[in-house]
């Protein structure tokens, strides 16, 4: 069983998630981290192979307080799809791109210039 805990402080590392998880038996600890810093995102996934065992770490663990921060520990849900989003258009058709002065049709700073 795959289990969700949340609500991590942001100072817990791999070691200590895993040292949390000791005496269930964790097959499998991942604290997830933000690709660009490094830091922890302040949730991870830990995977049980016992389902009673990971019920068991799951009442044991939700709510206990770790750093000052009251853990939230579930069973994990699958991830959702996302609905596709629609791409931008970056076509002329909506004014702008003319110049510097943004979107008037005359091609912006000042409006129509005439010579």
């Known amino acids: ?5 949340g609500n991590l402080p942001f100072s ?3 070691e200590e998630l895993k040292s949390l998880f000791a005496e ?5 600890v991942t604290l997830i981290k933000d690709k660009f810093s ?8 830990v995977t049980i ?3 009673e065992v990971a019920q068991k770490a799951i009442a044991d663990l939700n709510g206990k307080d ?16 996302r609905p596709e989003r629609p791409r931008r258009s970056f076509d002329n058709n ?4 003319r110049g510097f002065g943004g979107g008037s049709r005359d091609g912006g700073f000042g409006g129509r210039r005439r010579f």
């Open 66 to 81: 770790v750093q000052g921060r009251e853990l939230k520990v579930s069973e994990a849900r699958p991830m959702e799809e």
């Open 1 to 5: 069983m795959k289990l969700h805990v």
């Open 38 to 45: 490094g830091r922890s995102k302040g949730f991870g996934f």
């Open 49 to 51: 192979s016992n389902d």
């Open 12 to 14: 817990v590392d791999d």
């Open 24 to 28: 269930y038996n964790a097959e499998e």
């Open 94 to 97: 909506r004014g702008g791109g």
